[in-house]
């Protein structure tokens, strides 16, 4: 009988078909909510999962929009009793339980402040749904297993329509082909005997370090999360420039990189890693989306069927597949109750 993971990691196409029906129509209503009051920006307040989606969602709007986007930290307004002004920004609030605490705290002290607020969410009857002035409905039908898989990349999708409401509906055409990759994705990834071989490696490890850039970082939060979550392994995410940037003296020997070029212009900066990580003699793991590019002779790759390909700005949403299933292949490999690891619960109440 196959785990509640693998049942939802397979769930993802017909999940993202749903979304883009049920928000297709509310694109405009969203877009004016988030222009309201004189928005020219957003701030995003998440945890977890949640938050490496909500970290795609800021960096589409730098890049498609040109406008200032912010995180918001829970703590200024839990601990210290302060909220920024945010006099030009729309605060969207990303939680696919929508029940935790401090996340509340914010998009309550925002409206509260007059500013405009959406929660992005799982379940729209949460406290956080209560709290904002507008919902988007993710509505993926329960997450049962601990590891956000489908309420990831619905989340991932649920931000780039926002990016694209407020693009005047520029980018729909594309998003539309987001169902179908992600099919391809989880299919053809799934048979792939270099998914094996990298999962092997990586059981064999207790470090690993996972490297994206621009839209790709947000796919290596997401997939370090996983690798830790689901089999133990510390996996700590970086863009290169972090990572040069003093912590590329522990990679090594024992420390196996996976690297996440993602596409477009920000992939070749993860790829000029390749001869430092040889100079180190790491493992290296690679999940390759875009044309094919030049390795190292030692560099396992794990390459998403053409069938899987969309526009750059949409690839984090398909690209973040090989990393659920590595850490699934992982886990099982170590051996893990993979519904169920390390005794974590499926919503954490932070405040």
Request: proline share 7%; charged share 20%; aromatic share 2%.
């Amino acid at each position: 009988m196959s785990s509640l993971l693998e049942q939802e990691i397979a769930e993802q196409p017909e999940v993202a078909a749903r979304l883009l029906d049920r928000v297709r129509p509310d694109l405009a209503a969203y877009a004016g909510l988030l222009r309201s009051r004189g928005s020219r920006g957003l701030v995003t307040v998440a945890r977890g999962s949640s938050a490496h989606a909500a970290h795609l969602g800021r960096t589409l709007v730098e890049v498609r929009l040109g406008l200032a986007s912010g995180e918001a930290t829970p703590s200024s307004t839990t601990a210290y009793g302060r909220t920024p002004a945010w006099d030009d920004r729309a605060v969207v609030a990303v939680s696919q339980s929508g029940a935790s605490p401090d996340v509340v705290a914010v998009v309550t002290a925002a409206r509260a402040a007059g500013r405009p607020t959406l929660a992005v969410t799982n379940d729209p009857a949460s406290p956080l749904a209560r709290a904002a002035e507008a919902v988007l409905d993710l509505g993926c039908s329960e997450e049962r297993s601990v590891a956000a898989t489908k309420t990831y990349t619905a989340s991932a999708l649920a931000l780039a329509l926002l990016v694209v409401a407020l693009d005047d509906g520029r980018g729909l055409a594309e998003a539309q082909a987001v169902p179908d990759a992600l099919a391809a994705a989880v299919t053809g990834t799934a048979r792939l005997e270099e998914l094996e071989e990298a999962a092997a490696l990586l059981a064999a490890h207790d470090r690993a370090v996972v490297v994206g850039r621009g839209y790709s970082a947000a796919t290596a939060r997401e997939t370090a999360l996983k690798l830790t979550e689901l089999t133990g392994t510390l996996a700590m995410p970086f863009t290169p420039a972090d990572l040069l940037h003093g912590p590329v003296a522990a990679v090594g020997p024992e420390v196996p990189v996976l690297l996440l070029p993602g596409a477009g212009p920000a992939a070749a900066g993860v790829r000029d890693l390749l001869p430092e990580l040889a100079r180190r003699g790491a493992p290296v793991l690679q999940v390759v989306s875009g044309p094919e590019e030049p390795g190292l002779p030692t560099t396992i790759e794990v390459r998403l069927p053409a069938a899987a390909g969309v526009a750059d700005w949409l690839e984090p949403v398909v690209g973040v597949v090989p990393g659920q299933l590595l850490a699934w292949r992982t886990a099982e490999r170590r051996g893990v109750e993979v519904d169920h690891p390390g005794g974590l619960t499926k919503v954490t109440l932070t405040h």
